[in-house]
């Protein structure tokens, strides 16, 4: 059973940067896709960054300063990011497809997600 499991939110100040990490267990199979997305309070979920084949992708409102990293050896995908904001607070969540991604609902599998709060 594949399992997602993210760690390293917590609180900081605007300004700050941050690091996530998702652990993925209970499959040899790489993944077609991963992402990291958000639930900003009021907004809808928005896909943060991605990587596919090595290379990452990122959302409008976060490249730049955003940076999605993986260790295929111990099957981890890293979110990191910079100058960070009031409005980058939310519910951060990865997920993996190993078919799809395009959309969110394409992915079969989700971490429980892991809170972020920026305060100004």
């Known amino acids: 059973q594949v399992q997602l499991m993210e760690s390293g939110g917590g609180s900081v100040q605007a300004g700050d940067s941050l690091r996530l990490s998702c652990a993925a267990s209970g499959t040899t199979h790489s993944f077609y896709r991963e992402a990291w997305f958000r639930q900003c309070p009021g907004k809808e979920r928005e896909e943060v960054g991605a990587i596919r084949y090595g290379i990452a992708f990122y959302g409008a409102s976060v490249k730049g300063r955003t940076t999605v990293s993986q260790d295929n050896t111990n099957r981890i995908l890293y979110l990191e990011m910079n100058s960070l904001k009031p409005e980058d607070t939310g519910m951060y969540y990865c997920?993996?497809?190993?078919?799809?991604?395009?959309?969110?609902?394409?992915?079969?599998?989700w971490g429980p997600g892991a809170q972020v709060t920026v305060s100004s």
């Open positions: 997920a993996a497809s190993f078919s799809g991604g395009a959309v969110w609902s394409d992915y079969e599998y």
